[in-house]
Nanobody
């Protein structure tokens, strides 16, 4: 119902910026809440940021608030995560996820039905 493809990951130094993209396609691509999660090996996947259907309401994890910005280009069904002032602790695989059942952003992994393959972000100190 929704296919998600992430891109934009890479290796950067602490303090640098990076922008991740999530290209959404499928029947509900334009009618879903989209969020970014991240996961470090052997740890649980954690919520990073999310945006509602209309691209108006956003939510951020405390650890990234003020540094990361999520945005939505509805015309192209692409969701972006602008990451500034990156820190080594931001190193993780970042996943894009879609929730087609809710109107608002939720932080729980279980709310999201569709996931991308992930993109690696590595921040060196």
């Amino acid at each position: 119902q929704v296919q998600l493809v992430e891109s934009g990951g890479g290796l950067v130094q602490a303090g640098d910026s990076l922008r991740l993209s999530c290209a959404a396609s499928g029947r509900y691509a334009g009618n879903s809440v989209v969020a970014w999660f991240r996961q470090v090996l052997d740890k649980e996947r954690e919520f990073v940021a999310g945006v509602d259907w209309y691209g108006r309401k956003t939510d951020y994890a405390d650890s990234v608030a003020g540094r990361f910005t999520i945005s939505r280009d509805s015309a192209n069904n692409t969701i972006y995560l602008q990451m500034n002032i990156l820190k080594p602790q931001d190193t993780a695989v970042y996943y894009c996820a879609a929730d087609i059942n809710n109107w608002w952003v939720t932080r729980g992994v279980q709310a999201y039905d569709y996931w991308g393959q992930g993109t690696q972000v590595t921040v060196s100190s």
